[in-house]
């Protein structure tokens, strides 16, 4: 199944070499002697700073008196770091689901930038407003998760108590990069313990036995709770 970063690329494929659309940006393709979209990104991702972000500054002006065309082409170009931020934010769901909250989230700060109080470094600032707006979208761990009565599973009592998301995303985060766990242990934790997913609903909409999830949940668990244990 295609993800939404597929579909946008497959989108700019035509985009990019579209005259139309390069008409509708002729004043920011000026700023760079670009005679398409196409040649606009590449020159841009090869741009010193100060000149990458001059000509986003256009792109963010003309996309907030809303024109589509500008929208779209800076959502192209922030797209290496909106795919980071679906990397990240593991509690939003699974890859698709991840990758739609991530653009949906930059896609909303570009069209509502604000000019007035930040006229640069503008994709730094849209990805650090989107990454708050995915925060807020992820509910704070439950204190005590409940075991689901029809395992018997409990939560180790070894385990650090809940934290608040950005703490346990953390944990995550470095148990992955140590090799400790791997992503899908993460996501599983993550959707679970932080966005307050279901197990059950979890199972089966991957179609996976709801025991053999909770297992494999309370093996992950007891990873890291056996590396705090070492720490401690």
Request: hydrophobic content about 50%; glycine content about 4%; aromatic content about 4%.
């Amino acid at each position: 199944m295609s993800t939404v970063f597929d579909l946008l690329d497959a989108e700019w494929r035509q985009l990019g070499s579209s005259r139309a659309a390069a008409r509708r940006l002729a004043d920011v393709r000026a700023l760079t002697g670009a005679r398409s979209l196409a040649e606009l990104e590449l020159h841009v991702r090869a741009a010193p700073p100060e000149d990458a972000d001059r000509v986003l500054l256009a792109l963010v002006t003309l996309a907030v008196a809303g024109n589509d065309t500008a929208a779209r082409v800076l959502l192209q170009l922030l797209l290496p770091g909106t795919r980071n931020l679906a990397r990240r934010w593991w509690a939003l769901g699974d890859p698709d689901e991840r990758a739609a909250a991530a653009v949906t989230a930059v896609y909303h700060r570009i069209r509502n930038y604000p000019l007035a109080n930040r006229p640069g470094k503008v994709a730094a600032n849209v990805l650090l407003d989107a990454q708050r707006e995915l925060r807020r979208a992820v509910p704070r761990v439950v204190a005590t998760p409940s075991a689901d009565p029809t395992v018997g599973v409990t939560r180790p009592a070894s385990l650090p108590s809940p934290a608040p998301s950005d703490e346990l995303a953390a944990v995550l985060r470095d148990a992955v990069a140590d090799g400790l766990i791997d992503d899908a242990d993460a996501s599983l934790i993550a959707r679970t313990r932080i966005a307050g997913h279901r197990v059950a609903d979890i199972a089966a909409d991957h179609r996976l036995s709801t025991r053999a999830l909770w297992h494999r949940r309370q093996r992950a668990e007891d990873r890291l709770a056996g590396l705090a244990t070492r720490v401690a």
